[in-house]
């Protein structure tokens, strides 16, 4: 099977197939990471079913296809909504009890504590990849990461992902450039030779998805790389397959399974397709 919608639902797919390896021990990466099944999580995360990574990156999708202004209300306003409509597991703890607590947008925004260091900002920041200008882009990515990551690092691995997106959107060039790309635009020194767990930190994440996406030829390996670091790597396969689906010099094959079992709820497997196609009526 390839996969030839836009985005969403390669997150979804990448969320989906991480999920099931997040902070697990290595003897269950050994033995399932082979692309044969999802895997369910101990945590209560049933096999198939996507995490926090996908609903944000729709949060955004959606905020974009709508044309919304660009404002922290806004933002905030979709977060809450998209968490509300469709609750689920995979969250931190923390900010799922924060999501559940909270009425609407103006209570996030009143009682979030926005200094977090961590890759929730990173996570939902692919699909605006889709913006043209690279100024507006490198500021609606800031945006967006500050109503819950006002750090350097939350900002700067927001930029990071919406950068890696628009690489190869707007075809700029080839993947060994990519890393040239990102540190340039985001001032940042990353690395592309990571190893070894990763942490739920936005730098690490980074590092390991700018890792994967160098040293990957198919979407195959784009998956099981990134699950083969152990730690949060769901969210490394999401923003992964999302990004890398997107060149051309990546092998699109995938087994079959990846789309037949991802969930398909109200807000599943056709709903991504549907999402992902929109955003792409969005490229100039
Ligand atoms: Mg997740």
Known sequence: MEIDYFMLLEIGIGDAYGAGFEFSPYEKIKAHNSLTSYQSHELGIPAGNYTDDTQMSLAISELLIDKTDWNRQNIANKFVQCFKRDPREGYSKGFYYF?????????????????????????????????????????????????????????????????????????????????????????????????GEVACCGEETVNALLTVLDQSNSLKDVLINSVAFGGDVDTVAA???????????????????????????????EYLKEVGSQLLSLKA
Request: hydrophobic fraction near 40%; aromatic fraction near 10%; charge should be negative.
């Open 99 to 195: 999501l559940k607590s909270i009425k609407d947008g103006r209570e996030f925004l009143e009682k979030i504590n926005p200094e977090s260091t961590r890759n929730g900002a990173a996570m939902r920041a692919a699909p605006l990849g889709i913006i043209k200008d690279i100024d507006d882009l490198l500021a609606m990515s800031e945006i967006q990461a500050s109503l819950t990551h006002n750090t350097e690092i939350g900002i700067k691995s927001s930029q990071a992902v919406s950068l890696a997106a628009h690489f190869f959107v707007y075809n700029i060039g080839s993947k060994n450039v990519l890393f040239d790309f990102i540190g340039e635009y985001t001032n940042f020194k990353w690395n592309n030779k990571w190893e």
């Open 239 to 269: 923003v992964g397959l999302g990004i890398a689906n997107l060149s051309s010099e990546f092998e699109k094959e995938l087994p079959n399974f990846l789309f037949n079992d991802l969930e398909n709820n109200t807000f599943g497997r």
